[in-house]
T-cell receptor
Framework: AQSVTQPDIHITVSEGASLELRCNYS??????LFWYVQSPGQGLQLLLK??????LVQGIKGFEAEFKRSQSSFNLRKPSVHWSDAAEYFC????????????FGRGTSLIVHP | DAGVTQSPTHLIKTRGQHVTLRCSPI?????VSWYQQVLGQGPQFIFQ???????GRGNFPDRFSARQFPNYSSELNVNALLLGDSALYLC?????????????FGDGTRLSIL
């Protein structure tokens, strides 16, 4: 069975600083990987996804993520954080060949200081 | 176009009661998935339905059940409520429920058990 680890429960950055949120997965084959963002009181919004091909994927809101098979990682990055990026971020892994039944990490809470 | 809508937004129940949560998918989406998100955790998959058929079930007790109607809306039912059922219940819809199709989430139903 697949699993996802987000080692950082909270991350604090200053507005304008760069950001990297870590995600490690465990899955025997090539995974389908996702990053979602959740603002308080709202559902999840898909930021980006990786299925195959180029290991650097671009998403919405200026986010990108890099798939590194050797490290079983799919870290999320943003070069310059805005105050509106403060939210909960979830990494998820899905298996290929059928229904999308994802396994989510526990999430990383991003705090942005002015 | 309307997004995924869930009702009610908040609900308070007592132990032992029964609850029904409702979800209307985005128009044209035929698949609905349900998730439970306990405070401080990532969402956990409960059910997926496609064309009124159950396609996947997570590791939840039989007290949890769901169904999908001909108009693709869905209900999640929970019997004999326990304190541990307190959570945000999220519904997500997609075109076909497969891993390549993005899921669109509603804002959830916050269920509190007293």
């Amino acid at each position: 069975a697949q699993s996802v680890t987000q080692p950082d429960i909270h991350i604090t950055v200053s507005e304008g600083a760069s950001l990297e949120l870590r995600c490690n997965y465990s899955y025997g084959a090539t995974p389908y990987l996702f990053w979602y963002v959740q603002s308080p009181g709202q559902g999840l919004q898909l930021l980006l996804k990786y299925f195959s091909g180029d290991t650097l994927v671009q998403g919405i809101k200026g986010f990108e993520a890099e798939f590194k098979r050797s490290q079983s990682s799919f870290n999320l990055r943003k070069p310059s954080v805005h105050w509106s990026d403060a939210a909960e971020y979830f990494c998820a892994v899905g298996v290929s060949g059928g229904s999308y039944i994802p396994t989510f990490g526990r999430g990383t809470s991003l705090i942005v200081h002015p | 176009d309307a997004g995924v809508t869930q009702s009610p937004t908040h609900l308070i129940k007592t132990r032992g009661q029964h609850v029904t949560l409702r979800c209307s998918p985005i128009s044209g989406h035929k698949s609905v998935s349900w998730y439970q998100q306990v405070l401080g955790q990532g969402p956990q998959f409960i059910f997926q339905y496609y064309e009124k058929e159950e396609r996947g079930r997570g590791n939840f007790p039989d007290r949890f059940s769901a169904r999908q109607f001909p108009n693709y809306s869905s209900e999640l039912n929970v019997n004999a409520l326990l304190l541990g059922d307190s959570a945000l219940y999220l519904c997500a819809s997609s075109l076909s429920g497969t891993v390549d199709q993005p899921q669109h989430f509603g804002d959830g139903t916050r269920l509190s058990i007293l």
